[in-house]
């Protein structure tokens, strides 16, 4: 039953044979790696703005120079990661490069930002996205954390299906968003320029707090989650159709005039026409709805946005198994990682993002603002390694132009670790701490894993095994309930392995072993019946401690094998009915190491019920 | 660990002949069976306040008759479970008497009313406790749903360590509570006759609805919650000193008497005193404060309500497994209710009662108010099956003045019914209808797992087995993930009780089938190894078509028996880092029937992991 659902929900499942080896041309691959980068605009625009708008219009006066020195951290940023896409053309992910080239803990502390990276990515997306769709509709306001998982679940299912037949589908929103954003801004700049009059703005609330150093820092510091996207290119090099790298860096370029002509311009606009958003709804709203209007024009911008935002989303459901798989691999995560499930996708990884990203977004009360502070550090972090690790690439390999190449990287790996710095301390009260917390307990935890699979791999050697022993017929042990249809297959399949065969009774109310004794006689005269009594009513402490007697009394070096009559219901929902004795033995023996070498074996021998 | 933090929640075990047989004096008789009687003023003072309030100083002028109605139905009920004290001195709850005169049917239903009941006592009586401190201090409102399931966590451990050396403790709340209300009430009537001028109080809201009939009986029925208690004493006759009867029907008699002093005494001076309850008071918190200010003696009553109600919860954790129990023993609830847990209490009846006060509180929002419409419907129901059931005892036993005693018991069942009929349609709407459909529900369950256990019963008796057949050796294939010491034991144990062994490898990644077939050769090239390959990359899957597979190619009528080399982690944590396919493989051995007969035997060796 739990199979046919599954199969409803994601699918049939597919021969491992059927992994598809699909490239993307120019046009698709802008739609598959840019969501991320170019939704960016839809929340950063927003913290630049909350970031600002406490120091009244003269910190809002600093949005537009805020947004270029942003914009010139993105074109440094592109460059630099132009060059990782022709140094790595298999894929130049940061965990790789930082590994390759500065070492194992370096690639750690990259893995470990990467993965928190994806599931912010993941949760500011999907509340960003409500938030823009609820600045449409106020009236959605209480049910925005409801809403957010909403979407994560369809895309978690989604993703558990198997994406590639929707790919194309995954283009539509991207264009759109472009289709909607790049006129929107270009009209409202030529009102600008056309000199047309500014409607009348409600004015800016007075300065709550003077206007500091370090408020337009930290204003920059939220402004930089508008570049977090930026690298899903240079992750994806494979996937492009030939020349790749050539193509690959053409998206890049392409993308990062796309994101900053998006984030200056509608960061310009907001800056000019003063625009001022009211509690239930974001500024890129309010700037939309000043250009035109309430209404559906509106509405239709609201909803590209909400769905740009959940592609964006949905990039970090490709991009964290991804990585997940790779730290799995070499043994830093759980092995279950990296198995490829029913629809050939790494389910567990789309399982794990998909409970972490909905921790989030309830911890968060799906409130974008809230995330903000811990996003962008995971992702500078990544980009600092990265390029760092770029350089000495380009320094170990020495072909032609190296100096240039490693000189963008030296740049990028800078400007990136100058922004990483004023991220994690502006923000740092706000929740940066808790990334900056994370990404070490995370590498703690993959140094442990791995410790914990190489003692394990040491103890499974058979290098250690020098020669195999054989065993004498086991000394078997039915522990029973009372004498009835139940357990006679057991004490048939007992007397089938072995000639020395105890039964055991655990007497809880006085009397019954008596009666059971003369029960047992009756069908088994010849197999001796040991009743144990049970003071305090437990029937495995007693079962235990008679097998530890019985095995001391014999003292031939063998532990007693068990033979577990087991009862299986018809239907599961029965078990309740039934005490799960047989369980709780079969567990405790099984888990409980007696001594050193060999344990003792459990045997179930089932009997089912008809109804 | 979970046993050792077991045992400090509840103590450590005791054994079976510590029952104790302890026998109550009437002193802490009264105090053991009248908490969940005499406490019902706090939450039925306010039914009927807050029933006949809507329509204004004409509603509330009718406060005192009804009270006095419902006074007189008291004395009717004392009398007619007097008469059930000395026809049942062994204990004559409301199942027994019923199952025993009127049949099993009537039986089931007292027994599904009387469970309602006892979780409705719990859970309005915790409410009404934190409601009454709440009055004190109303800044704790918001955190009442909290503070009744704190309570309810308290009673729940201390009833699962037995509260057997606290039975003198439980006295006080009772008695302080008597302590706290009697003198108050004196002082508040003699104020009154002595004619002292009320103090100037708020005036009552006007009318919002007409004074029909309906309200008043609807008030009549939210009042009746007054006497759910009263059967504690007839169902707990063994536990009294010698002479029992005599001493029960005095302590009955005692509790009925202060009861209604209580009752009477109260609204009849809320309803004289004019007294008025705002929103986050109740109006018998309102009452005192108006009789001795808001000062310490105010904030002590109040405490003692508390507490007496917290007492009164208490009583339903002796009765509710109790009554299960007894269901149980009879077949009607699953076995598990009749377990003695090891402190000598009915441990799962109490996690059972408890888990169902948790969710009425969560589902009503810890409002006693919402809850009461629930609540009298069982107690009536249980209290006219009994009564009846005791008409028809007296008929049969003809003893000395039976027709007197009979009569009595007629007189209480009729009262009671025509009052069950009231509460049923006067709260139909606002919630009686959930318990009025629960009954049969319950029923209905309870009938339908003593078919289970009939049928159970049947399928496992020894009569059908003719003769006792004798099981060839068996054949034994064992699933290898690869080879490692790991599966050194497990083909160890195989060879020592069979000759025909086979291992199966599934073949996930291509390639490793024949890696693992030239490792395999080298330990064990007597035993065959064979690869099944598995193109979706399930491991279960493979391996049941493979058994099926050889089972039907030897058709000698045997199922070949798997050995399980079963890899047991350090520690519990470890399993997360490994994929549990021992587990998911012995599942589907054990729960996958396969024919009729004998099934198939599944061998555990484990291999245990130092670190």
């Excluded at 298999?90 to 993965?115: D, H, K, M, Q, T």
């Excluded at 370090?214 to 930026?230: E, H, K, Q, W």
């Excluded at 790996?413 to 991220?423: H, R």
């Excluded at 530890?548 to 033979?563: C, K, S």
């Amino acid at each position: 039953m739990i199979d046919t659902f599954k199969q409803l929900l994601i699918g049939p499942p597919l021969p491992t044979g059927r992994i598809a080896d699909e490239r993307l041309n120019k046009i698709r691959a802008l739609a598959a790696f840019s969501p991320a980068a170019l939704s960016s605009i839809a929340y950063a625009d927003q913290e630049i703005y909350l970031g600002l708008v406490v120091a009244g219009s003269a910190g809002l006066s600093l949005a537009f120079p805020i947004g270029l020195v942003i914009t010139v951290l993105l074109v440094l940023i592109a460059l630099s990661y132009l060059q990782t896409i022709y140094g790595y053309p298999g894929g130049g992910g940061s965990y790789v490069v930082s590994r390759e080239n500065l070492g194992e803990l370096p690639g750690l502390i990259a893995g470990a930002a990467l993965l928190i990276d994806y599931v912010l990515t993941s949760a500011v997306s999907l509340t960003a996205g409500v938030e823009a769709i609820c600045s449409a509709f106020p009236a959605l306001w209480p049910y925005s954390v409801e809403a957010a998982l909403l979407l994560l679940i369809v895309i978690t299912v989604l993703n558990l299906r198997g994406l590639r037949e929707t790919g194309t589908l995954m283009a539509v929103p991207v264009y759109l968003f472009l289709a909607a954003y790049l006129p929107l801004l270009a009209y409202g700049t030529v009102r600008i320029l056309a000199g047309v009059p500014v409607v009348s703005a409600p004015t800016v609330a007075p300065a709550a707090v003077p206007l500091t150093a370090f408020l337009v820092l930290r204003a920059f510091a939220s402004g930089c989650t508008a570049m977090t996207g930026i690298e899903a290119v240079s992750n994806g090099v494979p996937a492009f159709q030939e020349p790749q790298a050539k193509n690959a860096g053409r998206t890049l370029m392409v993308m990062a005039v796309l994101m900053g002509v998006l984030f200056l311009g509608s960061i310009g606009l907001i800056q000019s026409w003063g625009v001022v958003a009211g509690a239930d709804e974001t500024v890129l709203s309010a700037l939309c709805r000043r250009l035109v209007g309430s209404g559906p024009v509106y509405v239709l911008i609201q909803m590209s946005t909400l769905l740009v935002l959940a592609v964006a989303a949905n990039t970090s459901f490709a991009g964290f198994p991804q990585v997940a798989t790779l730290l799995a691999k070499d043994g830093f995560l759980p092995r279950q990682l990296m198995q490829l499930g029913d629809r050939l996708v790494f389910a567990n990884g789309i399982l794990l993002l998909s409970a972490a990203t909905a921790a989030l977004i309830v911890a968060f009360r799906g409130e974008s603002h809230a995330l903000i502070p811990l996003f962008a550090v995971g992702a500078f972090l990544a980009f600092t390694f990265s390029q760092a690790g770029m350089v000495l690439h380009w320094e170990r390999a020495r072909d032609t132009r190296w100096r240039l190449k490693a000189g963008l990287n030296g740049i990028g790996a800078v400007a990136t670790g100058i922004a990483l710095v004023v991220v994690g301390v502006g923000k740092f009260v706000q929740g940066a701490w808790i990334t900056v917390l994370g990404i070490p307990a995370l590498v703690v935890l993959f140094l442990g894993i791995r410790r914990h699979y190489a003692g394990v791999a040491e103890q499974l050697s058979m290098a250690r095994t020098t020669a195999l022993c054989d065993l004498p017929a086991p000394r078997v042990v039915i522990p029973i309930a009372g004498v009835h249809r139940g357990i006679v297959d057991a004490v048939a399949y007992a007397r089938s392995i072995a000639t020395d065969v105890t039964a055991v009774y655990v007497e809880q109310e006085p009397g019954s072993g008596q009666r059971t004794r003369e029960r047992w006689g009756r069908w088994w005269p010849e197999i001796p019946l040991v009743i144990v009594s049970s003071p305090y009513r437990s029937i495995v402490g007693p079962i235990l401690d008679y097998l530890d007697e019985t095995d001391r009394n014999y003292d031939d070096g063998q532990l007693a094998t068990v033979v577990l009559p087991e009862f299986v219901p018809a239907k599961p929902l029965h078990a309740l009915l039934h005490n799960q004795t047989a369980w709780l033995i079969r567990t405790a023996l099984l888990y409980r190491r007696r001594r050193l070498g060999f344990q003792r074996a459990v045997i179930s021998v089932p009997y089912h019920l008809g109804r």
